[in-house]
Antibody, heavy 118, light 110 residues
Framework: EVQLVESGGGLVQPGRSMKLSCAAS????????MAWVRQAPTKGLEWVAT????????YYRDSVKGRFTISRDNAKSTLYLQMNSLRSEDTATYYC???????????WGQGVMVTVSS | DIVLTQSPALAVSLGQRATISCRAS??????????MHWYQQKPGQQPKLLIYDASNLASSIPARFSGSGSGTDFTLTINPVQADDIATYYC?????????FGSGTKLEIK
């Protein structure tokens, strides 16, 4: 059974940093691209970043480019999202997702809440 | 960015057909693929993939769900609707980056 378990969320002040982790199990992690998708409270879904199966390619939405870094450790089957210079508009539930054969998300974690507030 | 437009809500009776639409601001189809995907999100839960590439049923999704469309107009159909289908449904395009989602259609029981 595919499982994606996020951790590392919480309350953080504007301008500070936070790192999210996602522990994957139930599949061969190193064979799949992975992504982060977020959802602001009571809002819709927003793609954040994607990383290729081997970590050699990364893609970001413009609003997080230069502030967020997606990375992975295939030996640990873990996905990361380093978030710097956080803004109030980054407040959201962040979902770890597995990339399907195309650019869609075939499995989702339960999500982790990030609140950016002073 | 490609904007995906969905109606905010749809009310249907149990046992009837629900048709949820998604319109893209530009074509999301290539010569080989229709790059539109559908997700279901129940309250308090993470989204779940229902349909990929416009018409392919995702793993373990019941055949009551189906998808169709090409170019800029796509449809998710649920037939027949069951009580467990109460959720918000999102479309998502992968024709170009940034990947974008529709604003969601909330399915309600009439």
């Amino acid at each position: 059974e595919v499982q994606l378990v996020e951790s590392g969320g919480g309350l953080v002040q504007p301008g500070r940093s936070m790192k999210l982790s996602c522990a994957a199990s139930g599949f061969t992690f190193s064979n799949y691209g992975m992504a982060w998708v977020r959802q602001a409270p009571t809002k819709g879904l927003e793609w954040v970043a994607t990383i290729s199966y081997d970590g050699s390619s990364t893609y970001y939405r413009d609003s997080v480019k230069g502030r967020f870094t997606i990375s992975r450790d295939n030996a640990k089957s873990t996905l990361y999202l380093q978030m710097n210079s956080l803004r109030s508009e980054d407040t959201a539930t962040y979902y770890c997702t597995r990339k399907g054969s195309g650019w869609y998300f075939d499995y989702w974690g339960q999500g982790v809440m990030v609140t950016v507030s002073s | 960015d490609i904007v995906l437009t969905q109606s905010p809500a749809l009310a249907v009776s149990l046992g009837q057909r629900a048709t949820i639409s998604c319109r893209a601001s530009q074509s999301v189809s290539t010569s080989s693929y229709n790059l539109m995907h559908w997700y279901q999100q129940k309250p308090g839960q993470q989204p779940k993939l229902l349909i990929y590439d416009a018409s392919n049923l995702a793993s373990s999704i019941p055949a009551r769900f189906s998808g169709s469309g090409s170019g800029t107009d796509f449809t998710l159909t649920i037939n027949p609707v069951q009580a467990d289908d109460i959720a918000t449904y999102y479309c998502q395009q992968s024709r170009e980056l940034p990947l974008t989602f529709g604003s969601g259609t909330k399915l309600e029981i009439k």
